[in-house]
């Protein structure tokens, strides 16, 4: 059977294509034919997209899927002071069950607001990679690893247990990253120790970087370097394909030091103007032709983990920085969002982009309402107005996962009613 979505505006994200009416059949998990008019065959399932706009699903770059579970417990802190005093020890006491429903609370939460593929970094993973099995959407999965004391290389075997048991999965939909936690975190031999893995085995790294002024200035006493230059001279850029999470504080230097890396750096604006981080120097890196995408880091700092959010505030604050409202246009933020992001998860072939022979991964907003008439410039519409409750429908890998705002994969009523005990029990006390 396939589905044939009819009559909706149509938004590639290729370079060479403007917005155009149309209509797109899905075969099994891949876009089929797009075209002006398709002939409806019987036995297809019929989307009626007038008034809808049809464009890539949204990929989340940066994630900690079960922090869902500690949104708004803990706010207004300093980086260190909330990861120490209330993350970690929250963390210490989430079970593997819990984990699984945090991580389905995020991908529900994902799915409503339009994201079809996202990169998560936490621990418990076989839970995580259940829920995404179960749910549908597609995931860039890593343990995520701190060295702080010797565990006997418990973590990294579970590291290396996600990627044997997992890469691959789900259809396809599940692939994996080796995660050393941050260069603050991560000692140089365990951290040469990682590179060297994921270099004689093909996997990726995700990894925090150069978040707070704080972290610059611990790396800078211990190793008289900033962060960059300490992943730099442990190897990390050398072969491989990195997604490094934040770059806040980074110099010119640094960013010279990142020019013509395989991968890139994940932008996540709320995250970091919550926790008082700083902004991000995106368009300076975008115009040494570094790869940017755009994440949300888990709920416990962005408190959503919606990415039209993320787009408004990426785009605000770049303008807001430079004095100049010509600086990370529309297009650009959006391209970022899906391509860019695209690029981060290694998937920059398979997703971000409508094509024939790509994956159907696609989401259709409703454009029929107050806030986003009259449709002039559609591409300023979707960075400037567009909220994740607009999303009408998401399709991943040619399966439709939420249809007229239903979730069609997950039962809320049943995820709530998990959460909310589960949640209370983790912060009693902290
Ligand atoms: C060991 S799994 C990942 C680990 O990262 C923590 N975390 C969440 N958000 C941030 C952030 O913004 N900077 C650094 N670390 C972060 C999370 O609590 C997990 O412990
Ligand atoms: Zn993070």
Redesign the pocket.
């Known amino acids: 059977m396939s589905i044939l979505i009819q009559q909706a505006t149509i938004l590639t994200m290729k370079d060479t294509d403007s917005p155009f009416k149309g209509d797109i059949r899905i075969v099994g998990d891949r876009i089929a034919e797009m075209a002006p008019h398709i002939q409806a065959q019987p036995g297809d399932d019929i989307m009626d997209g007038q008034h809808k706009l049809a464009m890539p699903g949204l990929i989340n770059a940066h994630q900690?899927t079960p922090?869902s579970l500690l949104r708004a417990f803990s706010d207004d802190l300093k980086?260190m002071d909330w990861?120490d005093r209330k993350?970690?020890p929250a963390?210490a006491r989430m079970t593997p069950e819990d984990i699984y429903w945090g991580a389905q609370l995020s991908i529900a939460e994902m799915i409503r607001s339009g994201t079809t593929a996202y990169a998560d970094?936490?621990?418990h993973m076989n839970e995580i990679a259940e829920a995404v099995t179960e749910t549908g959407i597609r995931a860039s999965l890593?343990?995520?690893?701190?060295f702080v004391e010797d565990d006997g290389g418990r973590?990294l075997q579970e590291a290396v247990d996600l990627v044997q048991r997992w890469s691959g999965k789900a259809e396809g939909r599940i692939t994996t990253m080796y995660?050393p936690?941050?260069p603050y975190?991560c000692p140089v031999e365990p951290l040469r120790e990682v590179i060297a893995m994921a270099e004689q085995e093909n996997v990726p790294i995700h990894i925090?970087l150069a978040?707070t002024k704080e972290e610059v200035v611990k790396i800078r006493e211990r190793y008289g370097m900033t962060p960059t230059e300490y992943l730099e001279e442990a190897g990390m850029f050398e072969k491989l394909h990195v997604l490094l999470?934040?770059g806040v504080q980074l110099n010119r230097r640094d960013i010279g030091r990142l020019k013509g890396m395989r991968g890139g750096v994940a932008h996540?604006p709320v995250?970091n103007l919550k926790?008082g981080?700083g902004i991000a120097p995106i368009t300076e890196m975008i115009a040494q032709g570094i790869n940017v995408g755009l994440g949300t880091?888990?709920a416990?700092?962005a408190t959503t983990v919606d990415m039209f959010e993320e787009i408004k505030a990426a785009t605000w604050l770049q303008k807001l920085d430079y004095g100049d409202p010509t600086r990370l246009s529309a297009r650009e933020v959006l391209y970022m969002s899906t391509r860019g992001s695209a690029g981060l998860l290694n998937l920059q072939d398979e997703v971000g982009v409508l094509e024939i022979g790509r994956k159907a991964d696609l989401i259709l907003i409703d454009l029929k309402k107050p806030h986003l008439q009259p449709v002039h410039e559609l591409e300023s519409l979707l960075a400037y107005s567009v909220n994740g409750a607009d999303v009408d429908t998401t399709i991943v890998n040619g399966r439709v996962l939420m249809r007229g705002r239903q979730l069609l994969t997950i039962d809320e009523e049943e995820l709530f009613r998990q959460v909310e005990v589960r949640a209370k029990r983790i912060v009693e006390g902290i």
């Open positions: 900690h922090m980086l990861l993350m970690l963390e970094m936490y621990i890593t343990r995520g690893m701190v973590r995660g936690h941050s975190t925090h978040e999470a934040h996540n995250s926790l981080c880091d888990g416990g700092s």
